[in-house]
């Protein structure tokens, strides 16, 4: 046998996927169910998936271990035999959708032929011919979701064609290897100015691993315990836009309301069966593929929460329980390394590895997987797929709801272990009932008040994370490290009777009195003495509006161009570290014929150490009201927020040393 070279070995992520499927518990098939149009003819159908294997080398390779298990198994070029991998099968009706999801569910069941290329591809129609269906099944190890749905496009009749090529790119291709270097580059230049932080840093890091890869512990459910090999495969659907809009509506993501809608689901079906559930464990994969990635391979990690059923009334609550929960996960700062990981564990005897990774998912309740699908009509052998399901795998848990977008539809498909779920069905009939309630909620309208007065509970200062330390260190003038937005607003409410900016009702009214609701951006920077220690987020005892909400007029005529070219330049520059690391800058002055009579404009720019993408929308939400709700109208009183004098950089080095002297793994994991 010829010596596999580096660039046929499996990544580490994909070779510890190919170990663990030797457990049934963590099977690692993926399913995808395609509904079309019409029935594709075989001939056209065989030309199709030929013309796909000579594209990607990977659907004419197998798995084939390494000699006495030393080293990662590697790819091997193989003669595709397609009687196994192209399949047909004929039902009495190929339109009744739950005929086919049996299917799904037995497919999900059985094992894939190993010594074979991992994938197999189904037709299943009825002697009629009027309804078909594709039936996707491949193993995890050949791709994840999201490059499954790139290799999908690949049997397009319209994809771009190919030449064959003997095998992929490396698992770590070049431009990523340049970039690990320059961040080590970077960090390594960081210790000799920074050394306590990089000692910090290197601690919150191994901390990260250690928790990443640390048993998960048994099930929360107390309903949910049985696990078996069998699947059961079920699906829903939801508009697109209406789920948007219910995201918008509650200040979150699509996947933020994927994920309270899942969890209330799972909630409303212990209780059906009389049981209270006061937490579940769930495992997210989050995306770690960048644009250099090939479409096939693994490219991902696991975020492991425990999340508990809300006792918030209203779901847009629950929503922003969530997030914060999830936002910390998926931060963890082992993620980006999860490839070097898996390949420290890969160095261990196969049984040990098995068993780390089957204790690290086993103890799972729920997966949730949400995968970017379809924005365009895609058509195979000329029939055209009219919607897309996703099955993945359950990994050890009790059941995987998975969410795919195919052109305006959120299509959801349920894997369901049958041994844990005895009513499947309910499980979906539940999450439909969620879904419903989530799309007809409204925020209620929020209170207005006349005075605001809140006490300061929390400590007087927070150290920053490591993540948020690094965002720091990497700053330069030709690189600053602040995120930024650009609005165009309707104004009318906002300008004088001259027609310019009112900018201390702004001020005052609109932005000040909202930041007695949030403490993080009143704080400034506060450094320490020599770099013993990561910086300080303290309380800023003259902060001033006025330095962080600006007006300008926009040079004429008004119109994008300017526009554009003076927020180039704001982002450019960096923000104060002596106040509050954010501004906003509203510009008047647009052209009404290119933006709308009224029209003003507004660029927020705060810095990545004080807010990331996800919490940037309380900032949003400081700013604006829901459309439809009553503006908070805040009269600030002479007492309205209780600010209290920072500690002195002498004070926070010594309380550094101190905590870590007591316990310096706990401090440098601290958030």
Known sequence: MARSSSADRLNPTDATLWQIQRDPLLRTTIVGLALLDQRPAWDALTASVERAIERLPRLRQRVVDAPLGLGRPHWSNTQVELRHHLLHTEIDDASDLRSLLDIVGRLASDELDLSRPLWELHLIDDPTGTSAALVFKLSHTLTDGVGGMGLLRI??????????????PPATPPARATAVSAELLAAAANAGRHPL??????????GSAVHLMAPAGPPLSTLMTGRGSQRWAGTTEVPLDRLRAAAHRAGGTLNDVFVTIAIAALHDYHLHHGQAAEAFRVTMPVDTRRRSDDAGGNQWAPARLILRPSAAAHPFDALHEYRSTISKAIHEPAIPFIQ???AAVQ????????????????????????????????????????????????????VNIGLVSHLETACVGFTVDTDAVSEPERLVALFDERVGDFLRRRRAPRPRATAVHRQIDSPPYQRLSAL?????????????????GLFIIDGHRLLDRSGRLDIETIRRRHIEARLATTQRL????????????????VDDPHFDIANHVHRQTLAAPGGRAQLFEVCEHLQMVALDRHRAM??????????????????????????HALLDGMSGLEMVQVIFDPVGVPAIEVDLGDDHLEVRQPPSPLRLAADTLIDRMGDPVAVSREV
């Open 582 to 607: 954010f501004d906003l800058t509203f510009f008047d002055g647009l052209d009404p014929e290119e933006f709308g009579p009224g029209a003003i404009a507004m660029i927020d720019r705060v810095h």
């Open 197 to 206: 932080d990089a000692t910090s840093n290197v601690l919150s890091l191994i």
């Open 347 to 398: 160095q261990l005897p196969d049984d040990w590895t098995i068993s780390i990774i089957a204790n690290m998912v086993k103890g799972s309740d729920l997966v949730l997987t949400n995968v970017p699908g379809l924005k365009e009509p895609l058509t195979i052998a000329g029939a055209a797929i009219t919607r897309f399901y996703p099955f993945a795998p359950t990994g050890g848990a009790a």
């Open 522 to 537: 009143r704080r400034r920077l506060s450094e320490l003495p020599l770099g013993l220690g990561r910086p300080a987020w």
């Open 468 to 484: 948020d330390t690094s965002f720091l260190r990497m700053e330069s003038p030709s690189t600053p490290m602040h995120m930024g």
């Open 340 to 342: 070097p990981i898996a």
């Open 155 to 168: 049997f397009d009749d319209h994809a771009t064609p190919q030449a064959p090529a003997p095998s992929l």
